[in-house]
């Protein structure tokens, strides 16, 4: 018998639920609809269309009516808003936005694909001014372009330090206009410590964005915003960016459950409270592998494998139900940046018992053109020394070992795992020991105790103490700047200088990235000194940690000059 299935929404779940569809039955009837005027675009792309990048926003188109019904025989209506489901029917209702009128269709199967929509406080002031736009499809990103050149706009303020409002921070700088991006909480990219959210927030001022965090939206006029602090910040233009809601009215007013998270509930086969209906993509609250609790992921990779999923259940096929871990990855300026899993954040606030290290090792042989420092965070589960997740950034290629540490997690692997992992190696791609090898001797070296360290969020607190802190480098880098309570006894003479170094008191080595300083740390352990530390990201994480609330708080400085090289 014919199956009748009817998509809600389009875009990354809705159109790949059609399209797996089809291939897997080409006698079914498949219909989906969509209230917009597109059905299938490249939703995270948007941003870059105000740069230029993607010249022309009809590109960010994918695919039109036209075509999903020539190659795959998809029935697929624009402009077609989904406005009740009759489950005791098995129909909807569906009202036509170019004619407002309104008709039945009866499904064997529904798939709810409506996806989330910016958040936008009734409560500031200004909020519905013409000159506020939010990002959500093709549609508004070509309305605030067209209104940035149109009014030859000069200022913009984004609100949100999250990827939409990252990107589209960047893209407008890239553009040429002044950009501020405000953010509520004291960092941008909550994936991201605190620690590593410092190095994108030097890249961000570095690039000309006036970056404004732990402050608020308070009010929007013609010409500038105001915070809630009562700064004031000129912007012609404001994109708001402070999150997404689930689109569930259609699911509620149906009567489906909506779960703990405000997503549409699922089980392990994306259906919902009704045994005829399915959910995916940004809507619905799904599983999450490491914290075994609900949680809502708004990305587009997770949305196609719950459509494959989806398609795969209503023909009898089985698929595995593994969970989300939250993986993400993103370019900003010069550098890249990506993350999964926990970060320490998150992980302590699960009550996790972990712990951490912060490498910086070259991303490719140091010889090679274009070599760069590559910035690695490992969270782990302590004592089990479990892969808990991962955090990069640099201008390599820092998704290829974020993906690694995605397959170590998803397979339950462990730092013994990642330390053994054979990977390929080119002078010209990577290092004979991997980042993440590298990353996972380090963490075992510290979780089996053989050496200890304090993290860079520590160093202030030493220096303002007086602590005995070395600097393993050469002299020369020593009077390029350095730590102000610093004493210089280089990896090259430290033997030879024993005596100047204390044992009855801590001491804590650093070098630049911290290989020098793990080198004499380890050899002072063998000469008997028992209280020796080692400082994780060393005098380049310790100036990109410093540099930002430096600048922005004007306190005073614990280096004697920034070194950033």
Same mark, same amino acid.
């Given at each position: 018998?014919?199956?009748?299935?009817?998509?809600? #929404?389009?875009?990354?779940?809705?159109?790949?639920?059609?399209?797996?569809?089809?291939?897997?039955?080409?006698?079914?009837?498949?219909?989906?609809?969509?209230?917009?005027? $597109?059905?299938?675009?490249?939703?995270?792309?948007?941003?870059? $269309?105000?740069?230029?990048?993607?010249?022309?926003?009809?590109?960010?188109?994918?695919?039109?009516?036209?075509?999903?019904?020539?190659?795959?025989?998809?029935?697929?209506?624009?402009?077609?808003? %989904?406005?009740?489901?009759?489950?005791?029917?098995?129909?909807?209702? %569906?009202?036509?936005?170019? /004619?407002?009128?309104?008709?039945?269709?009866?499904?064997?199967?529904?798939?709810? /694909?409506?996806?989330?929509?910016?958040?936008?406080?009734?409560?500031?002031?200004?909020?519905?001014?013409?000159? %506020?736009?939010?990002?959500?499809?093709?549609? !508004?990103?070509?309305?605030?372009?067209?209104?940035?050149?149109?009014?030859?706009?000069?200022?913009?303020?984004?609100?949100?330090?999250?990827?939409?409002? %990252?990107?589209?921070?960047?893209?407008?700088?890239?553009?040429?206009?002044?950009?501020?991006?405000?953010?509520?909480?004291?960092?941008?990219?909550?994936?991201?410590?605190?620690?590593?959210?410092?190095?994108?927030?030097?890249?961000?001022? !570095?690039?000309?964005?006036?970056?404004?965090?732990?402050?608020?939206?308070?009010?929007?006029?013609?010409?500038?915003?105001?915070?809630? /602090?009562?700064?004031?910040?000129?912007?012609?233009?404001?994109?708001?960016?402070?999150?997404?809601?689930?689109?569930?009215?259609?699911?509620?007013?149906?009567?489906?459950?909506?779960?703990?998270?405000?997503?549409?509930?699922?089980?392990?086969?994306?259906?919902?409270?009704?045994?005829?209906?399915?959910?995916?993509? !940004?809507?619905?609250?799904?599983?999450?592998?490491?914290?075994?609790?609900?949680?809502?992921?708004?990305?587009?990779?997770?949305?196609?494998?719950?459509?494959?999923?989806?398609?795969?259940?209503?023909?009898?096929?089985?698929?595995?139900?593994?969970?989300?871990?939250?993986?993400?990855?993103?370019?900003?300026?010069?550098?890249?940046?990506?993350?999964?899993?926990?970060?320490?954040?998150?992980?302590?606030?699960?009550?996790?018992?972990? !712990?951490?290290?912060?490498?910086?090792?070259?991303?490719?042989?140091?010889?090679?053109?274009?070599?760069?420092?590559?910035?690695?965070?490992?969270?782990?589960?302590?004592?089990?020394?479990?892969?808990?997740?991962?955090?990069?950034? #640099?201008?390599?290629?820092?998704?290829?070992?974020?993906?690694?540490?995605?397959?170590?997690?998803?397979?339950?692997?462990?730092?013994?795992?990642?330390?053994?992992?054979?990977?390929?190696?080119?002078?010209?791609? #990577?290092?004979?020991?991997?980042?993440?090898?590298?990353?996972?001797?380090?963490?075992?070296?510290?979780?089996?105790?053989?050496?200890?360290?304090?993290?860079?969020?520590?160093?202030?607190?030493?220096?303002?103490?007086?602590?005995?802190?070395?600097?393993?480098?050469?002299?020369?880098?020593?009077?390029?700047?350095?730590?102000?309570?610093?004493?210089?006894?280089?990896?090259?003479?430290?033997?030879?200088?024993?005596?100047?170094?204390?044992?009855?008191?801590?001491?804590?080595?650093?070098?630049?990235?911290?290989?020098?300083?793990?080198?004499?740390?380890?050899?002072?352990?063998?000469?008997?000194?028992?209280?020796?530390?080692?400082?994780?990201? /060393?005098?380049?994480?310790?100036?990109?940690?410093?540099?930002?609330?430096?600048?922005?708080?004007?306190?005073?400085?614990?280096?004697?000059?920034?070194?950033?090289?």
């Amino acid at each position: 018998m014919k199956k009748k299935i009817l998509v809600v #929404g389009g875009v990354a779940g809705g159109a790949s639920v059609a399209a797996r569809v089809r291939r897997l039955d080409e006698n079914a009837e498949v219909i989906m609809f969509d209230r917009g005027p $597109h059905v299938s675009f490249s939703n995270c792309s948007l941003p870059y $269309h105000l740069s230029g990048i993607v010249e022309d926003s009809e590109s960010l188109v994918l695919m039109n009516p036209e075509i999903f019904k020539s190659r795959y025989n998809i029935d697929a209506r624009i402009h077609s808003e %989904v406005v009740k489901i009759n489950r005791d029917e098995k129909t909807i209702i %569906v009202r036509n936005l170019t /004619s407002n009128e309104e008709y039945e269709e009866a499904y064997d199967k529904l798939v709810l /694909s409506p996806g989330a929509s910016p958040i936008r406080p009734a409560q500031i002031e200004g909020i519905n001014r013409d000159n %506020v736009f939010t990002v959500r499809n093709v549609a !508004d990103i070509d309305q605030l372009n067209r209104y940035l050149i149109d009014r030859k706009v000069k200022d913009v303020a984004v609100i949100g330090g999250g990827f939409i409002g %990252v990107e589209v921070a960047e893209n407008l700088r890239l553009a040429e206009y002044n950009v501020s991006l405000v953010e509520f909480a004291d960092q941008i990219m909550t994936a991201f410590d605190y620690d590593m959210a410092q190095i994108l927030h030097k890249q961000m001022v !570095d690039h000309g964005v006036n970056l404004v965090v732990d402050d608020g939206l308070a009010k929007i006029t013609d010409n500038h915003i105001e915070t809630q /602090s009562g700064e004031k910040y000129a912007a012609q233009a404001v994109v708001l960016a402070i999150g997404v809601r689930p689109e569930t009215s259609l699911a509620e007013a149906a009567g489906l459950e909506i779960g703990v998270t405000g997503g549409i509930k699922v089980n392990q086969h994306y259906l919902t409270t009704d045994s005829n209906i399915y959910a995916v993509g !940004d809507a619905i609250e799904v599983h999450h592998r490491l914290l075994h609790k609900p949680t809502r992921l708004a990305l587009a990779g997770p949305a196609q494998k719950q459509a494959r999923a989806v398609a795969d259940h209503i023909y009898g096929m089985p698929s595995r139900h593994l969970g989300v871990i939250g993986s993400s990855s993103m370019h900003l300026f010069d550098l890249n940046a990506a993350s999964t899993g926990l970060n320490e954040k998150t992980a302590e606030s699960a009550g996790f018992s972990y !712990d951490s290290v912060y490498i910086l090792p070259s991303d490719k042989v140091s010889l090679m053109p274009d070599s760069s420092v590559m910035h690695f965070k490992l969270v782990y589960e302590v004592p089990t020394g479990r892969i808990l997740g991962a955090q990069a950034i #640099g201008k390599g290629n820092v998704d290829k070992r974020i993906d690694v540490i995605v397959t170590m997690i998803t397979m339950n692997g462990t730092l013994a795992d990642l330390k053994d992992l054979e990977l390929s190696y080119s002078p010209m791609l #990577g290092t004979a020991k991997d980042v993440v090898n590298h990353a996972a001797l380090v963490a075992l070296n510290q979780l089996n105790g053989y050496y200890r360290e304090v993290k860079v969020s520590q160093v202030r607190e030493l220096v303002e103490n007086d602590a005995f802190i070395i600097d393993a480098r050469e002299p020369t880098e020593f009077e390029r700047g350095h730590l102000k309570t610093a004493v210089n006894i280089p990896l090259s003479q430290f033997r030879n200088r024993l005596s100047e170094i204390p044992k009855d008191q801590p001491v804590y080595v650093h070098c630049r990235s911290g290989q020098r300083s793990y080198n004499m740390v380890m050899a002072l352990q063998n000469l008997g000194f028992t209280n020796v530390f080692n400082i994780s990201g /060393s005098f380049l994480g310790i100036n990109l940690y410093e540099y930002f609330n430096d600048l922005v708080t004007g306190r005073e400085k614990i280096v004697t000059k920034y070194n950033f090289n």
